[in-house]
């Protein structure tokens, strides 16, 4: 079985690799927009505060990913790694990066 890859597609698969997905592009199967970031930094960084038992000053953003499936922030808090996604209703949900 041949499988055949686009350029822009071995693009998107490499800088997801390397843990950066440039904000604002104009692949429109991607959400994330610096608005709906902005937005969700806050309750974001405060549920992976009250997660970890640390303080939100504790708590950095390591990187904004657009995805198919919305927005997502990644966390670095209490010493352990997060992820934090935007939901439909305008709810965030932080979860391990290890949680499937």
């Known amino acids: 079985m041949k499988t055949t890859q686009t350029i822009a597609g071995l693009f998107a698969a490499s800088a ?53 499936g919305g927005p997502i922030l990644t966390l670095m808090a209490g010493g352990s790694k997060y992820t934090c996604r935007l939901e439909a209703n305008g709810s965030v949900t932080v979860f391990s990066e290890y949680a499937n």
């Open 16 to 68: 997801l690799l390397a843990g950066c997905v440039e904000t604002g592009g104009s692949d429109p199967a991607l959400s994330g927009t610096d608005a709906q970031f902005d937005t969700m930094t806050g309750p974001c960084i405060a549920q992976a505060a009250t997660l970890t038992g640390t303080s939100a000053s504790s708590v950095s953003i390591l990187d904004r990913i657009q995805t198919g």
